[in-house]
């Protein structure tokens, strides 16, 4: 088996819902969609995702440079291809590049899934065959009550949903514990409470406001304070008994290691799409196993439940309110989250499916976004 040629699209899909956090209001979600077409017929699907910015650059990437070295190579041969687009890009740096490689590896992975007639849950280990899910909002706004969230969260609660992650970060922290302690009052004594904070402290706030959440019980606190600062995460880590979550702004199994190595890290959430696809995160969650760690991918919800099934060391599936594929409403089958348990199908290969008339109103015109951008980060 061959690749044969590849397609590259792109859409600009609004959340479902208002998305706002400590740091950033999103518009909308860029996905960049590869079909890897083979000379038996077989075709896999893989994507990758930006949030508001870069969609293009990315299937431009694809298209102009990366497509070129994988047209003729099996697509069996998952490491060589993969190890290949990594070459060659290496000198982007990380980020864009391996964003782009994961469109690839993914759809190579669907088409395994398709040729052995597996799912890709069973490919990568099988570990087992559900995962408890939580549900996870972007809604930091300053018009958002508590009773709003305290509305909201007990429609999660009527989903079977137990574990609930919300956005704090607010200038005065007693409002950010006002929330945690009503989203608690709601679950009751036997639910679980997440937050993040999306990179909002400096180190030195992160040490005396992590102090004050550290007597809630909180499941975990993530992202606290910006990615690039391990030695600020370890001094936090060492000072709270809460757990500390991070790994979406992080973008290969380089940079996970040295959170490892220095103890800074509880819950391993790389992101398929940011660290290079499938081959990659597979590496990251044994790596995390290594060092006794959990994993507890970013996004991306559909894939992500085959992900965490096929290892060991899976924790939780996270469902974001607005943002999944199947709340968007681009997918021939929606994959759901029932009573809070996910449960990957049987159907070969990660069984995503894209709903092509839907995705055709929300294609990604440059010319457009040239006229709207403004960016979200506050």
Known sequence: ????????????????????????????????????????????TGLSYTVDIGGTAIKTLIEDYLVNLIVGMNPLHYEAIWQKLQRQSRRLGLGVNTMGIAAIDIAVWDLMGKYYKQPLYKLLGGARESIPSYISEINLSSEDTVQDLSDRIESYIDMGYQTIKIKIGKEDLEED????????ECLGPHGKVLVDLNQKWNAAEALTKAAKLDHLNLGWIEEPMLYHDIQGHRRLKNAIRTPIALGESLYSKYQFLEYLKADAVDI???????????????????????????????????LSL???????????????????????????????????IGIPSDVPGHGIIFNKEALSVYHLDSAVVRQVFAGGSK
């Not at 514990?177 to 608690?184: C, G, M, N, S, Y």
């Open 1 to 44: 088996m061959k690749i044969d040629y590849v397609i590259t699209t792109a859409y600009r899909v609004p959340p479902s819902v208002v998305w706002e956090d400590a740091t950033n209001r999103v518009d909308a979600l860029e996905f960049i969609v590869v079909e890897i077409h083979t000379d038996t017929g077989l075709v896999g």
């Open 177 to 184: 514990i006002e929330r945690i302690r009503k989203v608690q």
């Open 306 to 340: 085959h992900l965490l099934c096929g290892v060991s060391n899976s924790y939780m599936l996270e469902n974001v309110v607005g943002g999944s594929l199947t709340e968007l409403g681009i997918l021939e089958t929606p994959i759901q989250i029932t009573n809070g």
């Open 268 to 302: 391993v959430q790389a992101d398929v799409a940011f660290v290079g696809g499938i081959t990659e995160w597979h590496k990251i969650a044994h790596l995390a196993g290594a060092f006794g760690k959990l994993v507890a991918p970013h996004f991306m919800m559909e």
